[in-house]
């Protein structure tokens, strides 16, 4: 289903940590007009006791019909088409999927809902590679006997972090926090522990753990995009012959699998260790 002739109204809020608020307003009109296309659809495939599949009629069947279950399914609908539209119309190139909230949804009345998500943030690196020579400097010391080691990876992090100036939205925390707390149940479970049996172990709560999360997924993000974009400005690039290199030193069939299904993603993998040797070579 598609409205491309109808004018959906959107209202962009920008919120002091770069998170992008939308508001979009879908028309009576056009929700109407999606109910019956979805009631159409409803009554063709219907079976009510005394008559063959979709020959009940309209009346008996809308009596018999979820409103609720309907408005679901014309939200599933409207409310993608009413995201894009809204993203094209501010011109917005978001990196994450948004987080839906939907007002209460009336017959007779404009259906609102709004989106929450988030485009690349702003970087500035500063003088990053100052920084970084001063952590290399120590491993490129040549001790007889001793054999040369190369910059501690946290060292390296910790002087971009501290030279940088970048400013990650909430949303993106949020949803790497939630991947981690996820990922924590999982193992938990796997355990046979339950999560407050697994607090009362390490001594935190579910606060505390949170925090320490927020705390890490802010760093990690940060670097994240830090080393994207020294990669973007030193060129460091990504060869195909690279990416089947890596594939081929997969130690099993099922992993080659996994990495030729997941190129792009391994490609970012490599190119964020040619960043960090080049950055262990300053």
């Known amino acids: 289903m598609g409205f491309p002739n109808i004018i959906m109204k959107s209202i962009l809020a920008r919120q002091e940590d770069g998170t992008i608020q939308l ?20 009554l063709a495939s219907s079976q009510l006791p005394g008559f063959r599949k979709g020959k009940a009629p309209k ?12 408005r679901e399914e014309v939200l599933r609908k409207l409310l993608p088409e009413g995201y894009v539209e809204a993203l094209k119309e501010h011109a917005l190139k978001p990196i994450l999927n948004p987080k839906i909230h939907v007002e209460k949804l009336e017959d007779d009345k404009d259906w609102t809902f ?7 943030p702003i970087i500035t690196l500063g003088d990053y590679k100052e920084a970084v020579k001063k952590v290399t400097a120590k491993s490129k010391i040549v001790v007889p006997g001793k054999e040369q ?3 501690n990876f946290e060292d390296i992090a910790k002087a971009i972090l501290e030279t940088a100036t970048v ?19 999982d193992e ?3 355990l046979g522990l339950t999560l407050d049996q697994y607090l009362a172990s390490t001594g935190r709560n579910t606060e505390a753990l949170r925090q320490e999360y927020e705390k890490k997924a802010e760093n990690d993000i940060k670097l994240e995009f830090l080393l994207q974009k020294i990669a973007e400005d030193e060129k460091i690039t990504v060869e195909e012959k690279e ?6 030193q997969a130690k099993t069939d099922a992993e080659k699998q996994n990495l030729q299904n ?16 080049f950055l262990r070579s300053l």
């Open 59 to 70: 009346k008996l069947v809308e009596d018999n019909l979820n409103q609720d279950h309907l």
């Open 188 to 190: 938990v479970k796997r």
């Open 149 to 151: 080691a190369p910059a």
């Open 167 to 185: 400013r990650i939205p909430k949303i993106i925390i949020d949803q790497e926090v939630d991947r981690l707390l996820a990922q924590t149940l």
């Open 262 to 277: 997941n190129r792009y993603l391994l490609a970012s993998i490599i190119r964020q260790q040619k960043t960090l040797d």
């Open 23 to 42: 508001t979009i307003t879908i028309p009576w009109s056009v929700v109407k007009k999606a109910k019956e296309v979805a009631l159409e659809a409803y």
């Open 243 to 248: 990416i089947d290199e890596a594939i081929t």
């Open 114 to 120: 709004t989106a929450f998500t988030a485009e690349a």
